[in-house]
């Protein structure tokens, strides 16, 4: 737990650097960018041409590509997931995808991809900590829930939450289990069944993050 604890740390300082500085390798896709830098991988999306960051398809096997590689990269002892757009870390699942969908089957497995996808990332044997600057959304905040550790940036853009109740949905991602482990049934209820978001400093006294 220690040595985690410290590689949560020594990720958290290459993430608030990683915008400016140049990192030792790279590797990229479409929708994201890898870089290693003293051990540190660092997974940046940035969907090209596109305001926000969303998860559909495309996006989402890019993610897991981008995250494969570094998981199974020796050298890297950490992950960070950031985004490349600072008003927006990931702003949800994409509604055309899901209203595509004509088949019980495929919206079944939608599902089962997002759930193997944020458990392979709870499963990862090295820290896994999500950077949050922007809009974390739906699918996006699943994302977050899914790594060991959660930083958010304290400004106006910054919000966490599940909206997709709105739509008459519920996270579908592991969602409605991880929350309640934790910050509780009592402050996860709220969230889930209303929609609502939390700022920056309301998700750290809640537990929702860690920084």
């Known amino acids: 737990m ?32 890898t870089s290693v830098r003293n051990g540190v991988g660092i997974l940046k999306f940035d969907t090209p041409g ?9 996006f989402s096997q890019d993610c897991k590509d981008a995250f ?34 004509e ?17 392979e990332m709870e499963d990862c044997k090295k820290p896994v900590v999500a950077a949050i600057s922007g809009s974390c959304m739906g699918g996006g905040l699943e994302v977050a829930l899914a790594c060991h550790y959660r930083i958010a940036v304290e400004n106006k853009k910054t919000s966490l939450a599940l909206p ?23 402050n996860a209820l709220p969230m889930m069944l209303t929609g609502g978001g939390k700022n920056a400093r309301s998700a750290k006294k809640l537990g929702l993050v860690d920084m």
């Open 68 to 101: 494969v590689s570094l998981r199974d990269d020796p050298t890297v002892k950490s992950i960070v997931f950031m985004s490349g757009k600072p008003d927006c870390f990931i702003a949800g699942a994409d509604i055309n995808m899901l209203a595509a969908c």
């Open 164 to 186: 997709e109740v709105m739509l008459g949905l519920l996270p579908g991602s592991g969602g409605t289990q991880r929350l309640p482990r934790l910050i509780g049934l009592p």
């Open 2 to 33: 220690l040595n985690g604890f410290r590689a949560f740390k020594n990720s958290v300082n290459h993430a608030r650097i990683a915008r400016n500085r140049i990192c030792t390798r790279n590797l990229s896709n479409k929708h994201c960018e």
């Open 103 to 119: 088949k019980k089957e495929e919206v079944v497995g939608l599902a089962k991809g997002g759930q193997e996808m944020m458990q």
């Open 50 to 58: 596109a305001k926000v960051n969303v998860l559909n398809k495309e």
